[in-house]
């Protein structure tokens, strides 16, 4: 009965929730939610630097989130890169003098709180020429209006950023009268003209004053209280920029500190004073302010303008534009004529005659289009997910609970849509999709969680990753040694699947190949297996049946790849030199080096090896009929089958404790290509060795496998966000149901993604031979075309 709901369950979903319908859910939410951000951006403006300098909130205990653009956390080399030659003065109270050694430690961490509390403080750096200075003028009176004045006249060279904020010895000095208030607007308006006259060629911030613990102060400043405070911020708030006309000319109001105060200020030492963290996030923030649309870091959104387009992009779109053009032109036309050829009722006989009309399929030009209008939509979203400012983005906060619900949720729904498997071989396709495709959804959740801070969990899914390539070797060796197909069409399919859409992203979003760094992996290792296994002498099964002395043939081809794999991996000179050559540099190079690709081929060297082993002691072991494959049978006789399950466990779970044991993440990468072949091989076994395990698989996982590249891909820009480094927001103010959203709309782009590959792999690659090296040479020429464009864009940047 229970089996009998949960089939008629499943049916029931399958039957009202198809994936056309999701698709088309998709596209409308999408639609909507462009047109909603639009209209706030629109509505609101688009300026991000007004959100970080007045609205937050804190993930976590110390992480500060502003509202709808990402952070960045400048290191102490980019901070003098930003400031070189700059002059930065901070001008006010014991709090402002507060966030000058924040900002000053920033650049140089060494700095220490020392010198006269009560006076100037003159900072700099000699080696990038930036001079920072704190002036203690603790009231806004008339000698901070004549140093300031001293700015505007030129007497004195102007700072290029100026940091200026007082209120609260004001209100201690007057004991908080009402006339200390009056006073202190007077003040603030004289001086708000000369600081908007600095604003027309200098950064101004001036800093509201922070909420302070009213019942830590001592009796001394019992008078500050907030009600006050809020009184002096609205004075200056309403006074500062009234006078301004120009909107570039306006003193920044240096708001967000109140906010970030509000949360730490219980554990200020004196109920007055911030804590330590609290500052360093202000002057992280002011950083950003400054240096963002300076240095635009990939995970600093707050405060850059939009990239311009590039010239490849701009014929990239031009391209996509006539697609979209050609292909409703074509449709028009299309329901035109059929509209003509409707059955039409004979005046005689009073029965339909239907015309004589053309039943051959759809032509290959209307499918191309139809592709390409596609896809160019979906570049579009995809573009303005990630290149446009339309929607927001925030970056990764880590905690366990983020990274392991999902993963029990997701567990739940792969049991729950478990199937019976048409055959019950090892390593079956249904098996291998659900193993993709559960591996995939934990990466997925990886990376939006931010776990690769959490050592253990970024250990175990370098195994799924290394998994991945333990497939491409177990698949390609399998396919290469059953089928002997080592053709030109096999090997052009192969890579246009693989690859079709990086080389589209790279176009469009005006990335390097090599960004995408697995593609690039798995299609050299595709091109390592196929030269190994197609070079003289050519070993195939069909070859060794007929005489074993081929199978030492082949080992010696496997041992000889071994021996080539050590020898790059140790001399990482040569490795360098033969992916530094032309146009191979061009691929694999990232930020001006091919480091970043030796060491991610370094770090699963040995494991496309193990899968090709994997596969051939394994087709040689079903060969020989020693494997019992049957549906409910054990892989082994009874006794070897579970001395085996239990050796797999233990394996198993030793990996786990190591990796969960690992405290250094350089030490424990240096040993994971050896051993992470160990939890591969036992995570085979305990799913195959038993028969019922065997029998079944997950089509919820199976479903997702299937799509694995796809998503792995488009993760990078429409659901994670400032390329993987933060996360994608189209419904701000409510993350889960953002989430929910977000990955509906990224499952369908890469489904559709999926189908779109499938169908112009068969137009682009045909099977006839000479059909196809024309098309080779059309696309050399491409390609061609491609690198002499990325050339001039290069020269043109530099």
């Known amino acids: 009965m229970a089996a009998l709901a949960y089939t008629l369950g499943k049916r029931e979903i399958n039957h009202y929730f198809s994936v056309r319908s999701a698709k088309a859910l998709a596209l409308g939410a999408v639609l909507l939610l462009a047109a909603c951000h639009a209209a706030f951006r629109r509505y609101r403006g688009d300026d991000t630097c007004e959100y970080l300098l007045s609205t937050g909130r804190f993930l976590g205990e110390k992480v500060w989130q502003p509202h709808s653009c990402m952070m960045h956390k400048y290191k102490n080399s980019e901070a003098k890169s930003c400031l070189l030659d700059k002059h930065i003065a901070f001008i006010g109270d014991s709090r402002i003098r507060q966030l000058f050694y924040s900002f000053v430690k920033l650049i140089n961490p060494q700095v220490k709180e020392e010198g006269n509390k009560h006076g100037n403080i003159l900072s700099e750096d000699t080696s990038a020429s930036i001079k920072v200075d704190f002036l203690w003028y603790p009231e ?56 908007e006259k600095l604003a027309e060629s200098s950064d101004v911030y001036w800093v509201l004053q922070d909420p302070v613990y009213e019942d830590m102060l001592s009796d001394s400043r019992k008078m500050i209280t907030n009600e006050k405070i809020d009184a002096y911020n609205e004075a200056a708030i309403s006074i500062l920029n009234s006078s301004s006309r120009n909107s570039k000319a306006k003193v920044k109001v240096f708001s967000v500190s109140k906010l970030i105060a509000q949360e730490t200020i219980m554990q200020s030492s004196d109920g007055l004073h911030l804590p330590e963290s609290s500052r360093e996030t202000s002057a992280m923030i002011l950083m950003n302010v400054y240096c963002n649309k300076i240095l635009k870091p990939i995970d600093g959104s707050c405060c850059q303008p939009q990239p311009p387009l590039t010239l490849i992009q701009k014929l990239a779109f031009c391209f996509f534009a006539l697609s979209i053009i050609g292909y409703l032109i074509l449709t028009f036309i299309y329901r035109n004529n059929h509209r003509k050829n409707k059955p039409c009722t004979d005046m005689e006989s009073g029965e339909e005659k239907k015309p004589v009309t053309n039943t051959s399929p759809v032509s290959t030009l209307e499918t191309l289009l139809h592709s390409f209008f596609k896809l160019g939509l979906i570049m579009a979203y995809f573009y ?20 392991f619900i999902p993963i029990i949720y997701i567990l739940v729904l ?3 849509y478990t199937e019976n498997a048409k055959e019950t071989k090892m390593l079956n396709r249904e098996q291998t ?22 050592l253990p969990v970024y250990m175990h899914v370098r195994v799924l990753v290394a998994a991945y390539l333990f497939q491409t070797g177990y698949g390609h060796f399998s396919y290469f040694w059953i089928k002997g197909d080592f053709g030109l069409y096999r090997v052009c399919q192969v890579l246009f699947r693989l690859n079709f859409l990086v080389v589209v992203l790279c176009i469009v979003m005006d990335r390097p190949y090599q960004f995408y760094y697995f593609v690039p992996l798995v299609t050299v290792w595709f091109m390592i297996i196929y030269a190994t296994l197609a070079v003289w002498p050519q070993i ?82 079903q060969k020989r009929q020693v494997l019992l494959e049957g549906k409910g049978d054990p892989l082994f006789s009874n006794k070897i089958s579970n001395v085996l ?40 076994l305990i799913r195959n060795i038993p028969g019922y395990a065997r029998s079944v698989y997950s089509s919820f996982f199976a479903w997702f496998g299937r799509i694995s590249l796809e998503l792995f891909i488009c993760q ?54 000479a059909t196809l090296l024309r098309r080779l040479l059309c696309i050399s020429g491409f390609f061609s075309g491609l690198l002499f464009l990325a050339a001039i864009q290069d020269q043109s940047r530099h």
């Open 140 to 195: 806004v009176n008339g000698s901070m209006k004549q140093r300031i004045k001293s700015w505007t006249e030129g007497s004195i060279a102007k700072p290029h950023v100026i940091v200026a904020g007082a209120a609260t010895w004001s209100i201690k000095i007057h004991n908080g009268s009402n006339e200390a208030l009056t006073q202190y607007k007077i003040n603030i308006t004289s001086i708000a003209p000369l600081l």
């Open 384 to 403: 303005l997910c990630d290149r446009a400012n339309l929607f927001m983005k925030e970056n990764k906060f880590y905690t366990h609970s983020s990274f």
């Open 414 to 416: 792969g049991v729950f």
């Open 433 to 454: 999709d659900e193993w993709k495709g559960w591996m995939q959804l934990v990466i997925l959740i990886y990376h939006i969680s931010g776990a690769s801070t959490f």
């Open 540 to 621: 195939v099964q069909k070859k060794a049946n007929g005489n074993s002395f081929w199978h030492f043939g082949l080992l010696l081809k496997l041992i000889s790849l071994l021996a080539c794999i050590y020898f790059l991996a140790n001399y990482q000179g040569v490795f360098e030199k033969i992916f530094s050559l032309w146009p191979l540099s061009t691929c694999f190079e990232l930020n001006g080096n091919v480091y970043e690709w030796w060491f991610r081929w370094k770090l699963d060297r040995y494991v496309v090896f193990h899968g090709m082993m994997f596969a051939f002691i394994y087709l040689a072991l």
């Open 645 to 684: 399950l239990f050796i797999s466990v233990v394996c198993f779970l030793t990996y786990s404790i190591w990796a969960s044991s690992c405290k250094n993440k350089t030490e424990c990468n240096e040993l994971h290509p050896s051993v992470s072949v160990v939890q591969i091989l036992a995570f085979i």
């Open 716 to 769: 990078y820009h429409i659901w994670l966000a400032a390329d993987t480094k933060g996360i994608l927001v189209l419904i701000p103010g409510n993350p889960m149901l953002n989430i929910i959203v977000s990955t509906f709309i990224f499952v369908c782009v890469a489904h559709e993604i999926s189908q779109i590959t499938n169908d112009l792999a068969q137009m682009v690659v045909p099977k006839d031979n």
